[in-house]
């Protein structure tokens, strides 16, 4: 059973950091592209950063530009999103997704292009 589960969301105030886990099972995710999206109520999911299969490229956001930082561990079929200087406006349910590369050199930003999807794991910044 293919399947995607995150890990690592929770309360943090103003200027905290947290670490999200995204751990695969039922498939590797060699030759698979990860992205991170994000959800906040009543506003549309948005690609926070993704990541290619060869470690070679990633994206951010402009809105978690120099504050978050994606990686991924093959070996141990994992993804992370490293938060950190964490925003009120971060305050949103954090998906990791993850699709099928045709070998392409990028990662895509947008949710359309995503297979396997998590469940969800919530982080709210709050003081």
């Known amino acids: 059973q293919v399947q995607l589960v995150e890990s690592g969301g929770g309360l943090v105030q103003p200027g905290g950091s947290l670490r999200l886990s995204c751990k695969a099972s039922?498939?590797?995710?060699?030759?698979?592209?990860i992205g991170w999206f994000r959800q906040a109520p009543d506003k549309e999911r948005e690609g926070v950063s993704c990541?290619?299969?060869?470690?070679?490229?990633?994206y951010y956001a402009d809105s978690v530009k120099g504050r978050f930082t994606i990686s991924r561990d093959n070996a141990k079929n994992k993804v992370f999103l490293q938060m950190n200087s964490l925003k009120l406006e971060d305050t949103a349910v954090y998906y990791c997704a993850a699709y099928r590369t045709f070998l392409e050199p990028t990662c895509a930003s947008g949710v359309a292009m995503y297979d396997y999807w998590g469940q969800g794991t919530q982080v709210t910044v709050s003081s």
């Open positions: 990541i290619n299969f060869r470690h070679s490229y990633m």
């Open positions: 039922g498939f590797t995710l060699d030759y698979y592209n």
